[in-house]
């Protein structure tokens, strides 16, 4: 079975710092997805950044990226220069490579602090 | 882009009734979703289809039902409204080899 895990319920950090947000899987498998979503109060979930498990090479989107650690199935995600906008609550999640099973984390919820 | 709407963002119901909440997608995505959000607990999955009148049950299919009669809509049934069913409810789509793309959820409360 896979599982994805977040230890981190609620964090903060100042505006303008960087801050790494937390996820591990479980998986059999060798091939497949890893995602991270925010969703902000206006609820509509949104996709931040995609990493493919066969590529080595660490995902970035402009100020996010991510930290990909296969063999010891491990996801972080790094947020640079931290802006109000950044407040959500931001979701790890696995797909295999099917694409019909998404397994997600219980969340961490990210404020940012003028 | 691609758009998955929900027909209602806030539902109130009362115990015992009949619950339908829609979701259409407009990318021709064979997988379709069901999943209801609460706190602490993340996403849970409902419901799931991959093809027209295709469906497999999720973590937490008891109490629910589903409907997929065309390739861009998927239905959740709640057959007997009950007050532990008050939760936001979130569909979402995705193709061959792509993410999840969300509605922006329904919040469903039973009284």
């Known amino acids: 079975a896979q599982t994805v895990t977040q230890s981190q319920p609620e964090m903060s950090v100042q505006e303008a710092e960087t801050v790494t947000l937390s996820c591990t899987y479980d998986?059999?498998?060798?091939?497949?997805?890893l995602f991270w979503y925010k969703q902000p109060p206006s609820r509509q979930m949104i996709l931040v950044i995609r990493q493919e498990a066969y590529k080595q090479q660490n995902a970035t989107e402009n100020r996010f990226s991510v930290n990909f650690q296969k063999a010891a199935k491990s996801f972080s995600l790094k947020i640079s220069d931290s802006q109000l906008g950044d407040t959500a609550m931001y979701f790890c999640a696995f797909t295999t490579i099917t694409g019909n099973q998404f397994y997600f984390g219980t969340g961490t919820s990210l404020t940012v602090i003028p | 882009d691609v758009k998955v709407t929900q027909s209602s963002r806030y539902l109130v119901k009362r115990t015992g009734e009949k619950v339908f909440l829609e979701c259409v997608q407009d990318?021709?995505?064979?997988?379709m979703f069901w999943y209801r959000q609460d706190p602490g607990l993340g996403l849970r999955l409902i419901y799931f289809?991959?093809?027209?009148?295709?469906?497999e049950k999720g973590d937490i299919p008891e109490g629910y039902s589903v409907s997929r009669e065309k390739k861009e809509r998927f239905s959740l049934i709640l057959e007997s409204a009950s007050t532990n069913q008050t939760s936001m409810y979130l569909c979402a789509s995705t193709g061959i080899y792509s993410p999840l793309h969300f509605g922006n959820g329904t919040r469903l409360t039973v009284t």
């Open positions: 998986t059999s498998e060798n091939n497949y997805y």
């Open positions: 990318m021709d995505h064979e997988n």
């Open positions: 289809s991959y093809d027209v009148k295709m469906k």
